[in-house]
């Protein structure tokens, strides 16, 4: 069965340092891989995507995300975390061709000033 | 454009209620879609359509109708409502069908409790 991964339900940072955010992915073929952001009480929000390419990929308000085939992963970065960026990041893949969006469980980032 | 909206914010309904949460888009997408989220689960896909006239079933299909008459809207239907259908509802567009390296654009959602 396909599915999506993100083994973290909680990541705490001190603002300033860097932090990760992990997924990894069971897709077959070579599926397009998303991260969305939740604030509280909103709707999810578009941060990046990968498509194909460069490994690394960049995106809103200073993150990016490494892809790696090899270990089926796409981990959200970002060098500097701020307060602001607290909240709920959701990865997500799509198979290429398909229609159906299967999205991780989520992991909440908590940035402690 | 005013993006994806979804009406009502807030519901509360009786088990064995039907209701209907609408969804309305304005960037002429062509995708659109419905997502449950339920805490420790992320988001899963109740129905999706690639157009007006054309909807399948996504991950968690039962207790849910849709239809697709017209490029703008997307309701979903509750039939008959059960205490497991507490959830916060996301409706979703994107730009074009197929393969979907699109983004998903999504709405600000609709509490559900169901009594």
């Known amino acids: 069965a396909q599915s999506v991964a993100q083994p973290e339900d909680q990541v705490n940072v001190a603002e300033g340092n860097p932090l990760t955010v992990k997924c990894t992915y069971s897709v077959s073929g070579n599926p397009y891989l998303f991260w969305y952001v939740q604030y509280p009480n909103r709707g999810l929000q578009f941060l990046l995507k990968?498509?194909?390419?460069?490994?690394l990929v960049k995106g809103s308000y200073g993150f990016e995300a490494e892809f790696n085939k090899s270990q089926t992963s796409f981990h959200l970065k970002k060098p500097s975390a701020l307060v602001s960026d607290s909240a709920l990041y959701f990865c997500a893949v799509i198979s290429r061709g398909g229609f159906k969006t299967i999205f991780g469980a989520g992991t909440r980032l908590f940035v402690k000033a | 454009n005013a993006g994806v909206t979804q009406t009502p914010k807030f519901q509360v309904l009786k088990t064995g209620q039907s209701m209907t949460l609408q969804c309305a888009q304005d960037?002429?997408?062509?995708?659109m879609s419905w997502y449950r989220q339920d805490p420790g689960m992320g988001l899963r896909l109740i129905h999706y359509?690639?157009?007006?006239?054309?909807?399948d079933q996504g991950e968690v299909p039962n207790g849910y109708n849709v239809s697709r008459s017209t490029t703008e809207d997307f309701p979903l239907r509750l039939l008959s409502a059960a205490p497991s259908q507490t959830s916060v509802y996301f409706c979703?567009?994107?730009?074009?069908?197929?393969?979907?390296?699109?983004?998903?654009?999504f709405g600000p959602g609709t509490r559900l409790l169901v009594l």
């Open positions: 979703a567009s994107s730009p074009i069908p197929s393969g979907s390296r699109e983004t998903q654009y």
């Open positions: 990968y498509i194909t390419g460069d490994n």
């Open positions: 359509s690639v157009g007006a006239g054309i909807t």
């Open positions: 960037m002429n997408h062509e995708y």
